[in-house]
């Protein structure tokens, strides 16, 4: 089991920045698959970006690409998603998603454990 703990969401002006960080405990994390996800009110959960277990292999919803930067940092059993440049669209609860299989593709399936989640928005 690997229990996973988002934290760093808030308030923020359009065009600031956050960082979300995902603490993982449990079971050996840096063989794991990861991303983020973000469920805005009344839609879908979708993808926001993932890594893959060495960190060298991203990915990047189209909405945040060149403005959001996913991260590990394996020692620490962390990942990190730094935010730049917010809009008032990436307003949502955001979600933190591990693979014990290592996948980390865009879809919900390729994950088995997630975060509570953490709010963010952005004031326009």
């Known amino acids: 089991q690997v229990q996973l703990v988002e934290s760093g969401g808030g308030l923020v002006q359009a065009g600031g920045s956050l960082r979300l960080s995902c603490a993982a405990s449990g079971r050996t994390f840096s063989n794991y698959g990861a991303g983020w996800f973000r469920q805005a009110p009344e839609k879908e959960r979708e993808f926001v970006a993932s890594?893959?277990?060495?960190?060298?292999?991203?990915q990047y919803a189209d909405s945040v690409k060149g403005r959001f930067t996913i991260s590990r940092d394996n020692a620490k059993n962390t990942v990190y998603l730094q935010m730049n440049s917010l809009l008032a669209e990436d307003t949502a609860v955001y979600y933190c998603a591990a693979s014990s299989r290592g996948g980390w593709g865009a879809g919900r399936i390729f994950y088995d454990y997630w975060g509570q989640g953490t709010q963010v928005t952005v004031s326009s």
């Open positions: 890594v893959s277990w060495t960190g060298a292999g991203t």
